[in-house]
């Protein structure tokens, strides 16, 4: 390997270790490597999709099993964040046009009373990274708020995010306000934070509890796989 990324010319590499080398550039929060990494897959006939999900998603997901093992902390994952936003800058409008499936959409916030956002903020990146439609509606979010951004976006799942024991509580007048709506089986509800625990998620009626960003990208996939069967054979019943 050449003794730095300067040397390298990235046009010269072949398709599969051109990918792998995006890998490690997104790994290292290269940005221009990775915006031209993805116009020379593309200017070779790749398709957004296939250049999403094999050369950027894949590399996040190394960067989220290493974030989550505690090899990586957050400022190297913002960093790797913020190579694949510049990657994804080129592939949203293309892959816009190309009709490519998207993961899913997610509104997500922090609840009300709590304005930490560094958790929230990380699972936005790395569910962007994934595929996923994100739309944050911020910190300090009341329930009014909660319920006009599902309005208004129609996602498919619910995140919400505290990081203190006073304000998790909260989650809970979310959902049964949603509850008391008829529309809590509209939305996968997802919740995070430090103080939180399968129990707790549980106890409040949440789909599930995701402890860092990289495993609430996993729970997200899952659930919406499920999710889209179970709407593909009711519609087959139908």
């Known amino acids: 390997m050449a003794d730095s990324d300067d040397d390298l010319d990235l046009a010269a590499l072949d398709d599969e270790v051109l990918v792998e080398q995006m890998h490690d550039d997104l790994y290292d929060g290269l940005s221009d490597d990775i915006v031209e990494a ?15 999900t094999k050369a950027l998603v894949e ?22 964040a913020n190579a694949m ?11 816009a046009e190309t009709g490519a499936p998207p993961m899913g959409k997610m509104v997500i916030g922090t609840v009300k009373g709590d304005i930490h956002d560094i958790g929230k903020n990380l699972v936005t990146m790395m569910m962007e990274g994934a595929g996923f439609d994100i739309v944050d509606i911020g910190v300090n979010v009341a329930v009014e708020d909660y319920l006009a ?5 129609n996602p498919d799942i619910l995140g919400m995010s505290a ?11 979310v959902i049964e306000t949603l509850k008391e709506r008829g529309i809590r089986n509209d939305y996968i509800v997802l919740v995070g934070g430090a103080p939180l625990n399968e129990d707790f998620a549980q106890s409040i ?28 054979a009711q519609s087959t019943d139908g």
């Not at 936003?85 to 892959?95: D, F, S, V």
């Not at 990081?163 to 998790?168: N, S």
């Open 205 to 232: 009626g949440a789909d599930a509890y995701c402890r860092d960003a990289s495993v609430a990208v996993e729970i997200a996939q899952e659930l919406m796989a499920g999710r889209q069967g179970s709407m593909a």
């Open 85 to 95: 936003k510049a990657g994804m800058e080129i592939l949203r409008p293309l892959l």
């Open 163 to 173: 990081l203190l024991t006073t304000t998790m509580a909260y989650m809970q007048v």
């Open 38 to 52: 993805v116009n020379i897959l593309l200017g070779r006939g790749w398709t957004p999709y296939d250049v999403l």
């Open 59 to 80: 590399g996040m997901r190394i960067v989220g099993i290493d974030f989550r093992d505690g090899v990586l902390f957050v400022p190297e994952v913002l960093l790797a």
């Open 149 to 153: 951004a599902l309005e208004e976006h």
